[in-house]
């Protein structure tokens, strides 16, 4: 059974970490580093979490579930001769959790160390005998470590699933299953999540003891500061429309394909159109991606063309649109692209362009998100638009239901 704490409020009840159990050497490092005042999530499971107890955390992307894990995890294994071990899907969001852990504990002499594919396992070798405190790694790299007897996981103490929903829908479930069985019986676990699929009840079910369920948001909800919409064009139709929103916004762009080729075409595009862009996908190398996040984010390049590798997880502040090119294949990862937009209380804009043979996805994407998007047909080719009639969406809506007709222009 897991024991449920809901919070819907978007600010923390308490000026500040005090009183959530950190130590005062670990204030004063959040105060020299501008965290003042705990987000939702952090309020909720910091606590808890640093008593040791298992902690399911449900909370949409952006909310500072890094820090939520990462003080509890810093603080208890400091001065032990256990291992925290945070076990995430992607390498970008491996290299972010490891800045952020680095940036609380480097002071401390808390050492991290990651592994993650496409980097020199000899690197992560000489990594791993500096005997770190906290390993940070993709679960298919970890496991190579393990198997070639670079590392064993009987010192861990403390286990950290990150993105947990992600892991599992891009396969990793039996190398979580074969991890989880590695380490010794006796451990914390914490999950971290942006939904709940019935897979994750499962882990928790089978793997954590009297887990903590804290929720601050509901499972698909999306940030409030996001204003969305779909525009409704045929696929040869795409780039134009895209150009015209380039020259429209002014800041920086995000922009999501469904696949790697995808990406590369749009990225060529976009060069043309005189703007500068980089693309992150699994066909670029990890100092490809590495350059490309570090250009978008330090300004270099005001365009990043991704596929959904980008979609959790990285933390680029300031984003000003996001636009999904493609419709994502998951639905639940439209709710982590435009994500990416709307952060720390400024407003954000996510634009999303849909063929007409895609109105089905439009419906699930709004099911999920329970929230009406608005469409608009985009030029004069023959578009589908739709008359809507009231529809129920759950929560406090009383709309009337009723089948969805779509018509042509």
């Known amino acids: 059974m897991i024991w449920s704490l809901n919070l819907m409020t978007t600010q923390s009840p308490v000026q500040g970490f005090n009183g959530l159990g950190v130590a005062p050497e670990f204030l004063k490092i959040l105060e020299r580093n501008n965290f003042t005042v705990p987000t939702p999530i952090q309020y909720q499971a910091i606590k808890p979490a640093m008593e040791g107890k298992d902690i399911v955390g449900i909370a949409q992307t952006g909310t500072g579930k890094t820090l939520a894990f990462g003080l509890p995890l810093l603080q208890r294994l400091r001065g032990s001769r256990g291992i925290g071990l945070v076990v995430l899907p992607t390498r970008e969001l491996a290299i972010q959790v490891e800045e952020m852990l680095h ?72 190398q979580i299953k074969k991890i989880l069985a590695l380490v010794p019986a006796k451990h914390q676990t914490m999950l971290f999540s942006a939904t709940m699929p019935a ?98 984010k330090t300004g270099r390049y005001r365009v990043l063309v991704a596929t959904d590798i980008a979609a959790r997880g990285i933390d680029v502040r300031g984003i000003e649109l996001v636009v999904n090119y493609d419709l994502p294949d998951n639905v639940q990862d439209y709710v982590h692209r435009i994500g990416r937009t ?39 080719a023959e578009f589908l638009t739709h008359t809507r009639p009231a529809r129920s969406f759950g929560g406090n809506q009383h709309m009337r239901r009723g089948p969805r007709r779509w018509r042509r222009l």
């Open 199 to 296: 897979e994750i009840i499962q882990i928790a079910a089978k793997y954590m003891v009297s887990p903590i369920r804290v929720e601050v948001a509901p499972a698909g909800t999306v940030i409030e500061l996001v204003d969305q919409e779909i525009f409704l064009v045929k696929r040869e139709m795409k780039f134009k429309l895209l150009g015209e929103l380039l020259n429209e916004c002014k800041g920086t762009v995000l922009i999501f394909s469904r696949t790697k080729h995808g990406a590369r075409k749009i990225c060529a595009a976009i060069r043309d159109m005189g703007h500068k862009v980089a693309e992150i996908h699994s066909n670029r190398s990890l100092g490809q991606r590495k350059e490309a996040l570090t250009g978008f």
């Open 103 to 174: 940036k609380i504990g480097y002071s401390l002499g808390l050492v991290t160390a990651v592994l993650i594919g496409g980097e020199n396992m000899g690197r992560q070798v000489a990594a791993l005998r500096r005997h770190p405190n906290i390993i940070i790694a993709t679960p298919g790299r970890l496991l190579d470590h393990i198997e070639s007897g670079n590392l064993k996981l009987d010192l861990v103490q403390i286990v950290v699933l990150d993105e947990a929903d992600r892991m599992l829908d891009i396969g990793f479930a039996p």
């Open 342 to 380: 709307g952060r720390a209380g400024v407003v954000g804009r996510a634009v999303s362009f849909a063929m007409p043979d895609q109105q089905r996805d439009v419906r699930d994407i709004e099911r999920l998100i329970r929230k009406q998007i608005p469409i608009k047909p985009h030029e004069k």
